[in-house]
């Protein structure tokens, strides 16, 4: 391996022990503020591990296709060690900015929906409620006053009907039924 592969290693190493204190301040963070359960705090650790490792593999494979030497290991441990002292409270100050304004976004369109779509949404169908409302009033009104129109009707259907019944005979087939449809009307 030439030294000119050996320096180009060792940047990506510093830079990759950088990423991963990056990406630490990011899950540590995110725990805290999402507020994950005890239980599932070592899922999390072995899935930052695990992203940790490929990340370094990654680029352990594009500096030098793959050769772990010592140095990689002191590059790594270097570039962790000059985030943590220069920048971690920078970008943990940064992700909680960050955060805070997708929440802020978030709160934004929940708004934005509730006052476009939910609260229309509720008007119509207190309006379509009050108008069914009138129009059932209206409705059983008219029914109440056409009832009462009809009763002399009623009355002289009923007394032409006592008249004529005596000398009216149904036939077999149609009496079962009618009396059948009587007897559910009376119900």
Known sequence: MSLSVQFATMGLMLASGMGIGLLFDL???LAHELRIPRWLIPLFDLAYWAIATIF?????FIGN????????FLGLAAGYTVYFLGLSRTSVKMIRLLLRGIEALIRFVIRCVEILIIRPFRLLVRIVRFLLGIVTAVAM???????????????????????????????????GPWQAFRRWLKR
């Open 27 to 29: 899950y540590r963070v």
């Open 56 to 60: 370094v593999f990654r680029m352990l």
């Open 65 to 72: 296709f793959g050769q772990v030497r010592i140095f990689v």
């Open 141 to 175: 009104f008219l029914y109440k006053v056409v009832i009462q129109l009809l009763y002399p009707l009623r009355l002289l259907l009923r007394f032409v009907g006592r008249a004529v019944r005596p000398y009216a005979k149904l036939p077999r087939w149609v009496k």
